[in-house]
């Protein structure tokens, strides 16, 4: 089987990798350098904590378990040395009791502790006076992105996948032979099967289809859609795991540097401007770390960064082919270093016709463009009402609710059936033979 992988983030690399260690013949398209998307500003923590609803507590929880898996007993990219979340308020304490409860009854990793252990395991945190509940999630990680990614590049690369970086995918043509998808400078590639995981230019690639839009477009600051990560100078400083608090996020970035994040100054990200290292946003970073970490003197902002989310219209991921365009299988999803190297395997294996039922209630079956970003807001606090959930720093904040019955279960015709309706030309093909965009 010929298969195109457009977009070489951590996700298009998974699927790409798996695609080729199945003996498939792989193209992997970038428009720009592999890795230089969303998954270079990304906080990168890998958990399944406070996802809801279950389904997508299940998906993620599925990606957490086949990191541990991929990185074995040792990986650069991978970190499993847990999650220490601090609680402020009592409101905070209440909601983070409730969730180790729920989290207890799924059996996921997750229990109370006292500050003092969290200073053994965090030997230079500061705990606030005011500290209400510590509780530690052992098996969450953190992630080196571009680690990761160069690994499954490497590994695709082995595998005989071919590699067009430097070519965007522009429009798509039917023939009897398979899809033509047509490149920038006029190439094209021909192929039986289009994996698109392009993150948040998803849209581009569905109008490139002749399909509606599947994720949701920056509208104005402090959307869902934006989020701010800033980095420090390398610092002497002993933290090797997430630590989650209500003023930050803070996280190893490698080499002595911090990887910073506060989801309540994410109201003034927009996607257009990036504030400098010396702005008074890099100030109050820096302050708020000084009164969570000891060693911290010297620290300063080197990066500052607006990290874009690619999230669905209607808060929900998107996995699996299009009825109408059998040949095109999409993957539009938050929470996309956590859930990579699930994809991987599993989105490959469903082209193998081994369809995977966490997919179920994720298919692009389901009506799109549901609920605009704009009435979505970051959580103000923890525990206050305005926060729909947890202060999860990896995931989106405050999505609207959804509940795992809002969908009706799609109609999941095998691929195979679809690809052979497809070849014999009568499948239902809603658009014009040749899409390509001016
Ligand atoms: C602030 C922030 C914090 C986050 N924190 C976490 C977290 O803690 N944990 C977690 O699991 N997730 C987190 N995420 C989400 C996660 O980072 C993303 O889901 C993930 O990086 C997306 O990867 P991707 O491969 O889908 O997309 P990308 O990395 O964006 O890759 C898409 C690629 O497609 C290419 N492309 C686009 N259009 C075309 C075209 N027409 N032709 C060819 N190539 C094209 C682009 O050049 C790009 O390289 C966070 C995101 C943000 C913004």
Redesign the pocket.
């Known amino acids: 089987m010929k298969i195109a992988v457009?977009?070489?983030?951590?996700?298009?690399v998974s699927i790409a990798a798996e695609a080729a260690a199945r003996g498939a013949d792989v193209t992997l398209?970038?428009?720009?350098a592999?890795?230089?998307?969303?998954?270079s500003?990304?906080?990168?923590?890998?958990n399944s904590n406070g996802k809801e609803p279950v389904g997508y507590y299940e998906l993620n929880l599925a990606g957490l378990e086949a990191h541990h898996r991929l990185a074995g007993t040792g990986a650069d990219w991978f970190r499993p040395t847990g999650h220490i979340e601090l609680a402020a308020t009592p409101e905070h304490a209440n909601e983070l009791q409730r969730r180790l409860e729920r989290l207890g009854q799924f059996r996921y990793e997750a229990t109370g502790i006292s500050s003092s252990t969290a200073s053994e395991l965090i030997p230079d945190l500061i705990v606030p006076e005011d500290c209400a509940a510590v509780a530690y999630f052992p098996n969450e990680a953190h992630c080196y992105?571009a680690l990761y990614i160069r690994h499954q590049l490497q590994r695709a690369k082995h595998l005989g996948a071919h590699l067009r970086i430097g070519?965007?995918?522009e429009s798509f043509e039917e023939t009897t032979e398979g899809v033509n998808v047509i490149l920038s400078h006029g190439n094209s590639v021909l192929v039986d099967q289009v994996m698109s995981?392009?993150?948040?230019?998803k849209n581009?690639?569905t109008a490139a289809a002749g399909l509606g839009s599947v994720v949701t477009e920056y509208q104005e600051p402090g959307d869902v859609t934006v989020?701010y990560?800033a980095v420090t100078n390398p610092l002497p400083v002993a933290i090797d795991r997430i630590l989650t608090s209500p003023k930050l996020n803070i996280r190893p970035a490698g080499g002595g540097r911090l990887l910073l994040?506060a989801l309540d100054l994410d109201a003034t990200a927009t996607a257009d401007a990036v504030p400098a290292i010396d702005s008074d946003l890099a100030r109050e970073f820096i302050h708020r770390l000084q009164e969570v970490l000891k060693n911290t003197g010297n620290a300063h902002i080197t990066e500052l960064h607006v990290?874009?989310?690619?999230i669905p219209a209607d808060g929900r991921s998107v996995i699996g082919s299009v009825p109408s365009r059998p040949w095109l299988y999409l993957v539009a999803?938050?929470?996309?270093?956590?859930?990579a190297p699930f994809l991987g395997s599993a989105v490959v294996a469903e082209v193998f016709d081994e369809p995977e039922p966490l997919f179920d209630e994720f298919r692009p079956t389901r009506p799109w463009d549901a609920t605009p970003a704009r009435s979505w807001r970051h959580p103000a606090s923890p525990g206050s009402n305005n926060a729909q959930r947890s202060p999860s720093?990896?995931a989106a904040p405050s999505l609207p609710a959804f509940s795992s019955t809002a969908w009706a279960r799609p109609l999941w015709p095998t691929r195979r059936a679809l690809l052979q309706q497809f070849h014999r030309g009568t499948a239902r093909l809603g658009f014009m033979r040749s899409t390509r965009r001016h």
């Open positions: 457009i977009g070489a983030g951590i996700i298009g398209i970038d428009k720009n592999p890795g230089s998307g969303t998954s500003t990304t906080y990168a923590w890998v992105p070519a965007a995918v995981a392009v993150g948040r230019w581009d690639i989020g990560l994040q990290g874009v989310r690619a999803t938050h929470s996309g270093v956590t859930l720093p990896g």
